[in-house]
C-alpha cells in the first residue's frame, strides 16, 4: 500500500453507524458518524453520511474500505475512486 494511500473503516451498528479514514501509517484523516431518530446503523443512509462525514473534503487515491456490509460500496464509489474493499 502506498504511502497516500488511506483506508475507511466502517462500523455499521444497530441504531448509528461509525466511519474512520487512516492514512496507511495509521493517522487519522476523518471521522464520521450517523445517528437519529428511525434511522437504522445498517441503513444505506446512515453508512454514507458516515462515510462522507468521515471523507470530508479529503479524497484519498487508493482508498480502500473494510467493512462486515460491503453491499452500498457501488452509490459509494461514485463519489470516491474505491481501488479495492474486503468484506471481514
Known amino acids: 500500500m502506498s504511502a497516500d494511500a488511506a483506508i475507511l473503516a466502517l462500523d455499521p451498528g444497530g ?7 487512516v492514512r496507511a501509517d495509521g493517522q487519522a484523516l476523518g471521522w464520521g458518524s450517523s445517528e437519529g431518530s428511525g ?5 444505506e443512509q446512515a453508512l454514507l453520511l458516515a462515510a462522507r462525514g468521515a471523507l470530508g473534503r479529503y479524497v484519498p487515491e487508493p482508498l480502500a474500505i473494510a467493512s462486515l456490509q460491503p453491499r452500498y460500496f457501488a452509490k459509494l464509489s461514485t463519489n470516491v475512486f474505491i481501488s479495492s474493499f474486503r468484506k471481514l
Open 15 to 21: 441504531t448509528k453507524c461509525h466511519a474512520l479514514l
Open 39 to 43: 434511522l437504522s446503523g445498517r441503513s
